[in-house]
């Protein structure tokens, strides 16, 4: 059982950067392939990131391809997601979570564990 807890969040200008933070317990992260999701109020949750394991590869979607990198440090087992030139849309609340492979997904429901998230406010 890995337990997620993200940090980092704020409220900032648009324009600014934030790097959220994911700390793993309960278990190793290096044989997961992570992920970043948000959800906005009345929204659904949003793929927003994600890392594979075994070759570090990652995968964005548009909204956030070339603001956004994933990284993960693995003796820390830690994951990040260092925003930049934030936008007003990119307000929601964050969520890390851990798949129980090593493969890529977008899909919320391939994912087995999740954190409790960390609220991200851009005000213009």
């Known amino acids: 059982q890995v337990h997620l807890i993200e940090s980092g969040g704020g409220s900032v200008q648009d324009g600014s950067s934030l790097r959220l933070s994911c700390a793993a317990s309960?278990?190793?992260?290096?044989?997961?392939?992570m992920g970043w999701f948000r959800q906005a109020p009345g929204k659904e949750r949003e793929f927003v990131a994600a890392?594979?394991?075994?070759?570090?590869?990652?995968y964005y979607p548009d909204s956030v391809k070339g603001r956004f990198t994933i990284s993960k440090d693995d003796p820390n087992n830690m994951l990040y997601l260092q925003m930049n030139n934030l936008k007003p849309e990119d307000t929601a609340i964050y969520y890390c979570?851990?798949?129980?492979?090593?493969?890529?997904?977008?899909?919320?429901?391939?994912?087995?564990?999740w954190g409790q998230g960390t609220q991200v406010t851009v005000s213009s």
């Open positions: 890392i594979a394991w075994a070759n570090l590869a990652t």
């Open positions: 309960g278990g190793s992260i290096s044989s997961h392939a």
């Open positions: 979570a851990a798949r129980q492979d090593e493969n890529l997904s977008r899909r919320a429901n391939d994912y087995a564990y």
